[in-house]
């Protein structure tokens, strides 16, 4: 990591799952990633929308991405996996309430 990046990008274990994030922000390189490739948002979108990190902080997460792209992918692969297998675990409250509500009209007996 060169001097520049290390101003706008850190790694601390125990914060952010030890993950790449900009400096003194809880939000991860692979954030912006998503923000930026994912969901089309420029630069200066994700700024605007976060108004606490720079513009500087956005370019450096890129750079870092794009200097770490096998790791970063790699994170974002093990979050999709994560995400996928506690969604499989926890049904959703409002699945589990559209459930009961047809399990509810399929035992009304008409007679």
């Not at 790449?20 to 998503?34: K, L, S, W």
């Not at 630069?43 to 790791?71: F, G, K, N, Q, W």
């Not at 996996?81 to 509810?104: D, W």
Request: proline content about 5%.
């Amino acid at each position: 990591m060169t001097a520049v990046i290390s101003e706008h990008i850190e790694i601390t274990p125990g914060v952010c799952g030890g993950k790449p994030r900009i400096a003194g922000h809880r939000i991860r390189v692979q954030d912006v990633v998503v923000w930026h490739e994912q969901m089309g948002m420029s630069p200066d979108e994700i700024v605007s929308r976060y108004p606490t990190i720079t513009l500087a902080d956005v370019y450096a997460a890129l750079t870092y991405y794009h200097d770490h792209l096998e790791e970063i992918r790699q994170q974002m692969r093990e979050s999709d996996a994560f995400v996928q297998e506690l969604q499989a675990k926890i049904p959703s409250k409002v699945q589990q309430k559209l459930r009961g509500q047809n399990l509810g009209r399929n035992q009304i007996s008409h007679g």
